[in-house]
Each structure stands twice: as structure tokens, then as C-alpha cells.
């Protein structure tokens, strides 16, 4: 049964104009196997701080995680820190054990930056941290198992927090030094990298709100600044990359853009005008400047901010303006379209929202309010509904909106409160790769896979409670035992076969080794 019969390459437009016909934990056994296209990959996911640990070892400096998770009091959910973590730091071997165990065509994961250039400068390297990356790549390598790596995923050393971090523009500057570094160093192995993981939860998480480091929460005005610094950041490492090293190295580099979906609530003209905003807002303000013809950002967000701005007697809009220069230069800096994409949101905008928001805000810039529906299957994670059909949309909306672009599925999981019997999240990763090949069927060109995450880890503020992983992580073992959940059986028979099969179960799954 097709999860979103209204999908088809000519009706690419409006595609939510249709209700979503939501597909929820239907028998699998009555849905016939699927084939992925030969060339498609697979590979798992993870970042440095949440699963490294090793936080001050081996002349590593302080990142902006390091200083919120060590606040008293803390503002992690358990309390808990990113500290040990996972200690792959030390078990990168069992690490790479387990990518081979699942058949991964490749693994993504994050360089620290702080253990890299513990000051955040590139005067002073860390030659520790340099060979920890070299070991885990090499290992990676001797697998049979491509590395991606994503230069910066959220733990920016402290120092460059106290010049302002993402809201000074010479982050921009620093940053594009941090990259060479690992260009330098890495690029003789490593062929395809992400620049910068979810700008729209660094800008809106760690300056418009407290929801990740550096907890700023400066509404209206942080997560706007910190949005033209990353976007010239991330163009200026693109750029360099392939003036300087693209011809030696040969390699691919794009940006991974979190991608929820959005459907209006109702039927109402003023829900379906406040769900188009929203993408705008949300990932439209760093797709649009990077991927769309004519760059910049979204008219509907600069009009918003500019008259919002003008009402609240704001010499100028809160949301700075990209120069023509600017505007070129961030204009198709991704090789790809990266994308992180989880879940769906209902959008609507009635009467109801007045006074419901600070002023300024973002959330008042927009003027949407948000709401899910009860018949979606929840995750452990508050804002994680499985609705397979939205992966399809966004995918469908990318590749129109973006003149087709490869796409890369950076991310992609289900969180559990723990147990080896995951048969929520397999019924979770069953449906979304469903939901990706109706996508490429009806056109559009995602090339690879990426499941969040390969074992379990720091999940920010929500601490160790919510469980990503293929395997289980013991965080009460000092050795940090690895288990693999029953998931991991069945995503490592997708890979095997390049097919999605509803009916296999595994053998005499006891949750021993697989
Ligand atoms: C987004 C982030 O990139 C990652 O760090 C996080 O753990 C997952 N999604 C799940 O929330």
C-alpha cells in the first residue's frame, strides 16, 4: 500500500493540498519487498560530543557543551554530561566492529573542534586529537567503510563563545581556518564532508533560545545574526575546498539542513499561507540562500522580519541583509543537499496566537502556531511522530523547490527509552525507507541513506534518556558495552540485500551478538 497515494512527479507542487494519508503500523507482512536503486548507500550517524567523551584528555580544550553541561544547576535533563559519553575516544575500534557487523557503506561522524585546536585557533594544533581522527578514519578505511565527516556539529570551542561565537562574523574567518585544518590533515582519505550539521537548531537552539549551547536565548535578534554568519561561514569553507582542494583531493562537500515537514492544520487559507512561511522560516532561510536560482534569503522571511522590525521601531531589520556580493558567494556552495529529516508539524494561524508570543521574537516574526496529530505514533523524544509521508514531501518539495539536487539523507531515526526488542523503531526505519523510494520513484534523487545513530548517546538536553541507537550503550558499565538491538538485524539485511523486505525477522533473535 503507498503511504501518500497523492505523490506523483507531475503534482510535485502544493503536495500537502491533499490531507496526508498517514500510514501507521500497518500488518508489514501484506506490503510487498522493495528495491533500492544499486547505486544507493547506507550508513549511520553520529557526532563527537555526544558520543566521544574524553573531554579533557590529551590537551583537548573546552567547547560550548563542556561549559552548559558542567552549570550548576544543570540544565541537562538527568544532569548527565557528554564527559564519558559513549568513550568512543577509546573503543573507536569496537566502533568501526560494529559499522562492519551492519555492512555500512559509510559512516558519519563529527570532528571536535576543540580537541583539534583546543584554543579554537590554528596556531596551535593538537597533534593527539589530529591522530585519534587519523586512527578511527584509518580503521574506518581498512573496513571497507567510507568516512563523511561533518566539520562542525555544535560543539564550538569556548573561546570563540566569548568573542560572541556564531553571532560575530569573524566566526566566519575562524571557521574556514578550523576546516583547512582538517583538509589538510584529512582530505587525503576522507572524500565527502558536511560543513555545518542543523543550522537552523544552532541559530534557533543555542541564540534564540536555551534549547542547546550556548543557551543564549536572545529571541528576535541572536538567531538572525548567527544565521548570516553561518551561511557565509559555511559558503567560505565550500569555497576554499574547491579552489584549493577539490582538484587534489576529489572530493564532495555540501551542508546538512534539518528538514521538518509542514502541513497546514486545517483547510483554511490563512493555516496553508502559515505552513509556506514556516518552510521559509525554518529551513527555506538556509536551503534558499544556498540552493535556489536566485539566492538570498526567502522573500516571505525578509518581508516578515523587515515589517515586524519597522512596527517595533527597529532602525533596521532584525534580520540582516545579504549584500550582492554575499549572495553570490553563499549561492550553490553545497555539492548536495544534506538532510536531516525525523518528523511532521501541523501549521496553523488564527486568532488564538495573539499575545502568544514575546515580543520581538522569532516565533512572533512568523506568526504560526503548531500542533501534531493524536494518531501519530509518538516517539520517546516529545517532538518525534513517526508520519512516513512527510519524508516523502519534503523530499519531493526539495527537489522541486532546488531544481532537482542530489540529496543525501544525513539523518534519519527513532528514539526509544531503551529495551534490545525495538520493534517500534523497526517498524519506524521500515516505513521512512518506504517513504524514500515512493520519493525516488516519483523523481526525486536521494542518493544515500543515514541512520541516526549508530549506538546510543548524549542526546543534549534530554541528556541519556532518549535511546537513538542501533545498539544499546550500557552508561552504567565503565566499558561502555555495546549491544546490538534487534534494529540492528534488520537494517543490516536492507544493506545486504538493497531491498526492504516487511517480512524478515531475524533468527532466533536473543539480543546476543549479532
Ligand atoms: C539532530 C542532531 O543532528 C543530532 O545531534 C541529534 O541527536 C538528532 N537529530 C536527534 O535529535
Redesign the pocket.
Known amino acids: 500500500m503507498p503511504i501518500c497515494k497523492i505523490i506523483n512527479k507531475n503534482n510535485l507542487h502544493r503536495v500537502w493540498e491533499t490531507p496526508a494519508n498517514i500510514h501507521q503500523n500497518s500488518a508489514n507482512s501484506q506490503r510487498a519487498s522493495r528495491k533500492f536503486p544499486e547505486d544507493f548507500l547506507f550508513g549511520t550517524s553520529s ?1 563527537a560530543y ?1 558520543i566521544e567523551g574524553g573531554w579533557n584528555k590529551d590537551g583537548k580544550g573546552i567547547s560550548i557543551w563542556d561549559v552548559a553541561t558542567h552549570m550548576d544547576p544543570s540544565p541537562v535533563l538527568d544532569g548527565s554530561s557528554g564527559d564519558v559519553a559513549a568513550d568512543s575516544y577509546h573503543l573507536y575500534k569496537r566502533d568501526v566492529e560494529m559499522m562492519k557487523e551492519l555492512g555500512l557503506d559509510f559512516y558519519r561522524f563529527s570532528i571536535s573542534w576543540p580537541r583539534i585546536l583546543p584554543s579554537g585557533f590554528s596556531n596551535e594544533i593538537n597533534q593527539a586529537g589530529i591522530n585519534y581522527y587519523n586512527n578511527l578514519i584509518d580503521e574506518m578505511l581498512a573496513n571497507g567503510i567510507s568516512p563523511l565527516l561533518t566539520i562542525y ?2 560543539d564550538l570551542p569556548h573561546n570563540l563563545q566569548k568573542l560572541g561565537g556564531w553571532v560575530n562574523p569573524i566566526i566566519i574567518d575562524y571557521f574556514t581556518d578550523y576546516a583547512e585544518v582538517l583538509f589538510d590533515n584529512f582530505g587525503d582519505r576522507v572524500k565527502c564532508w558536511i560543513t555545518i ?2 543550522p537552523q ?1 544552532i541559530c534557533v537552539g543555542g541564540y534564540g533560545s536555551s534549547m542547546l549551547a550556548p543557551l543564549l536565548n536572545m529571541t528576535g535578534i541572536g538567531e538572525y545574526l548567527c544565521s548570516k554568519n553561518l551561511l557565509l561561514a559555511h559558503a567560505k569553507a565550500y569555497r576554499l575546498y574547491d579552489e584549493k582542494y577539490r582538484k587534489k583531493q576529489n572530493g564532495l562537500i555540501g551542508i546538512s539542513i ?1 528538514g521538518y515537514w509542514y502541513e497546514p492544520a486545517t483547510d483554511s487559507i490563512d493555516d496553508k499561507k502559515a505552513t509556506l512561511d514556516t518552510i521559509q522560516f525554518d529551513w527555506g532561510q538556509y536551503a534558499h540562500p544556498i540552493f535556489s536560482k536566485e539566492g538570498d534569503y526567502p522573500y516571505e522571511l525578509k518581508r516578515k522580519v523587515y515589517a515586524k522590525s519597522a512596527e517595533q521601531g527597529f532602525k533596521r531589520s532584525r534580520l540582516p541583509k545579504l549584500s550582492k556580493s554575499e549572495i553570490e558567494f553563499i549561492k550553490g556552495s553545497s555539492d548536495f543537499f544534506g538532510l ?1 529529516a ?1 518528523t511532521t508539524t501541523l501549521v496553523y494561524r488564527n486568532a488564538s496566537l495573539e499575545g502568544m508570543y514575546a515580543v520581538p521574537s522569532y516565533l512572533d516574526d512568523l506568526g504560526a502556531g503548531f500542533t501534531t496529530d493524536d494518531s501519530w505514533p509518538q516517539g520517546a ?1 516529545v517532538w518525534l511522530k513517526e508520519v512516513p509521508c512527510g519524508l516523502t514531501k519534503i523530499l519531493l518539495e526539495i527537489s522541486k523547490r532546488y531544481d532537482n539536487p542530489p540529496i543525501y539523507i544525513t ?1 534519519n ?1 527513532w528514539s526509544t527509552f531503551g529495551g534490545l526488542v525495538d520493534d517500534d523503531r523497526i517498524r519506524y526505519l521500515r516505513n521512512y525507507l518506504d517513504a524514500v523510494l515512493d520519493a525516488i520513484e516519483a523523481g526525486s534523487n536521494v542518493k544515500l541513506y543515514t541512520y ?2 549508530l549506538m546510543d548517546n548524549f ?2 538536553l534530554s541528556g541519556y534518556s532518549e535511546k ?1 541507537g542501533l545498539y544499546e550503550v550500557d552508561f552504567a558499565d565503565p566499558n561502555r558495552t555495546r549491544t546490538p538491538r534487534k534494529s540492528s538485524f534488520i537494517y543490516r539485511e536492507i544493506i545486504r540485500t538493497k531491498t526492504l523486505d516487511f517480512d524478515y525477522e531475524p533468527e532466533n533473535f536473543t539480543g546476543g551478538n549479532i
Open positions: 557526532s555526544q556539529h555544535w550539521n542543523e537548531q534539518n536531516n525525523y523524544s539523518e531515526g541516526w545513530s542526546e543534549w537513538f
